[in-house]
Nanobody
Framework: QVQLVESGGGLVQPGGSLRLSCAVS?????????LAWYRQALGRQRDLVAT???????NYVESVKGRFTISRDNAKKTMYLQMHSLKPEDTAVYYC???????WGQGTQVTVSS
């Protein structure tokens, strides 16, 4: 059984930073597959935030470019999302996703508020 477990969410003031982690366990060859971060604000659909290829090439949606950095550590089977200059509109539950297999984590709440 494959599990994706997010961590690192919390409450942060506008302009602050957080780093999310997504640890993958189980029968999943982590280094072979692309991964992604999504987020879902209350009452809204789940939206893509960033993707990272198996070789580490990142892509971002326009709203987070220059503020968020996606990365992966294949040895640790962990993906990261470093978030800087956070805004209230970044408030959401953040999910990690393995798109080829349609695996999802349980999500971690990020709240940006003063």
């Amino acid at each position: 059984q494959v599990q994706l477990v997010e961590s690192g969410g919390g409450l942060v003031q506008p302009g602050g930073s957080l780093r999310l982690s997504c640890a993958v366990s189980g029968n999943f060859i982590f280094s072979h597959y692309p991964l992604a971060w999504y987020r879902q604000a209350l009452g809204r659909q789940r939206d893509l935030v960033a993707t990272i290829s198996s070789s580490g090439t990142p892509n971002y949606v326009e709203s987070v470019k220059g503020r968020f950095t996606i990365s992966r550590d294949n040895a640790k089977k962990t993906m990261y999302l470093q978030m800087h200059s956070l805004k209230p509109e970044d408030t959401a539950v953040y999910y990690c996703h393995a798109p080829r297999q349609n695996y999802w984590g349980q999500g971690t709440q990020v709240t940006v508020s003063s």
